[in-house]
């Protein structure tokens, strides 16, 4: 018997060996990776308007990256630009501290002392300055699509971005969502082209996937991640400052809006924003306010918003009621 125990005791001290060792293993281990480019970006007035617009209006940085007005479409606030945002949190269901960083040229807390290629390796890739993986949060696994030009013209515009110094809450992840953050990171390979704008459903599906409208419209499990069978269908839940929202159903199934709406009538809805800015957005009714960045979105072109109708009605229509504004009297 003393010596069945003794067994049994050694394999289980073998097992929890095996176990510590895996664990530290992964604790060391860093994400998958490559070197930063070299390159230095060449600032081209063409770079600095395509990327103001990309980071204003379509990937829609600063929406995560500043402060907010609490009014209709949670407006960025103006003069925080960059200098970070959003925390994610416990209170908001989130398994420790992940805050949006600043992401103006400080030297300390921003972008200042990275290089352009350490920069696009951040939001293609997920990887930070010291080799260390990014919470998904930030959506580098749909940046990654975005092509070399794209990128190229948003790190031109950050720099223009007035230093703002200023931290945010030091990164937490609780165990073992800590470690399996590692395994998402990606190197992005070769060449990253956008598909011809004229294309519109290809250009569409482009503006779509890093405009964050997959991201944000597509349910996610339990776990939080996306359920790719679901893609557009919708109901995602969000808390935050705007109150509580579940994401829109955007595939054309009978009875959804994208089911009757005409493009004219899509464009012309974000369009309607077009003239709100953070001091004239008004109050939003009890339980209406929103996340969807209506505002930011308002200025994008017409033919990009018609790219983005004419894709959205080619995806496959997913039967999923949901009530996008559940606290609204
Ligand atoms: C949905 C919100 C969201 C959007 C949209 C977003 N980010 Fe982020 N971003 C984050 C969060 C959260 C982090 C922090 C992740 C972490 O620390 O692990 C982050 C991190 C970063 C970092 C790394 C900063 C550092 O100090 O390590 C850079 C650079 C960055 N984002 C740039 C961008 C750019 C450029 C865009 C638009 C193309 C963008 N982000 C869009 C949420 C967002
Ligand atoms: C940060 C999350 C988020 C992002 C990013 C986002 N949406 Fe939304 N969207 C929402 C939420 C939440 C709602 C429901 C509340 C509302 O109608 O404002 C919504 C509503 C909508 C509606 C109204 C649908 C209806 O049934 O009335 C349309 C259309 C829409 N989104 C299109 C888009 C497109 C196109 C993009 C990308 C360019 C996009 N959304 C990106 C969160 C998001």
């Known amino acids: 018997m003393k010596t069945f125990l003794k067994i049994v005791g050694g394999l289980v001290l073998i097992v929890i060996a095996l176990i510590a060792g895996a664990v530290i293993w992964l604790t060391v281990r860093k994400p998958a990776s490559k070197p930063a480019a070299a390159e230095k970006i060449e600032a081209t007035p063409e770079r600095l308007a395509r990327g103001t617009y990309l980071v204003e209006h379509v990937a829609d940085c600063l929406g995560c990256h500043s402060d907010h007005v609490v009014k209709f479409g949670i407006p960025v606030k103006p003069g925080t630009e960059g200098e970070g945002g959003y925390i994610f949190d416990e209170k908001i269901g989130f398994p420790g501290v992940v805050a949006a960083q600043n992401i103006t040229s400080d030297a300390q807390f921003g972008l200042g002392k990275w290089t352009d290629g350490e920069i696009i390796r951040a939001i293609r890739e997920g990887i930070d ?36 110094h200023k931290g945010v809450p030091d990164k937490h992840i609780n165990f073992p969502v800590n470690l399996f953050v590692k395994f998402v990171p990606k190197p992005v390979d070769g060449v990253v082209t956008a598909p011809d704008p004229h294309d519109n459903t290809a250009y569409g599906k482009y503006l779509v996937t890093i405009g964050g409208c997959y991201e944000c419209h597509t349910p996610h499990d339990d776990k939080g991640k996306r359920i790719a069978e679901k893609a557009y269908s919708g109901g995602w839940e969000m808390k935050g400052p705007w109150g509580r929202n579940f994401t829109a159903n955007l595939t054309s199934t009978p009875g959804t809006y994208m089911a009757h709406a005409t493009k004219e009538e899509f464009i012309g809805r ?52 949901v009530v996008t504004f559940p606290d609204a009297k």
């Open 270 to 321: 974000f369009k309607a924003f077009a003239s709100m800015a953070a001091n004239t957005a008004p109050d939003a009714p009890a339980g209406r306010n929103t996340v969807m960045p209506w505002l930011a979105f308002s200025r994008m072109t017409e033919q990009d918003l018609g790219a983005i109708y004419d894709y959205l009605k080619t995806v496959t229509p997913i039967e999923n009621k």
């Open 129 to 164: 300055r010291n080799g260390d993986a990014l919470f998904p949060m930030m959506p580098y696994e749909h940046m990654r699509n975005m092509s070399d030009e794209d990128v190229k013209s948003v790190v031109v515009y950050l720099r223009t971005l007035k230093p703002i």
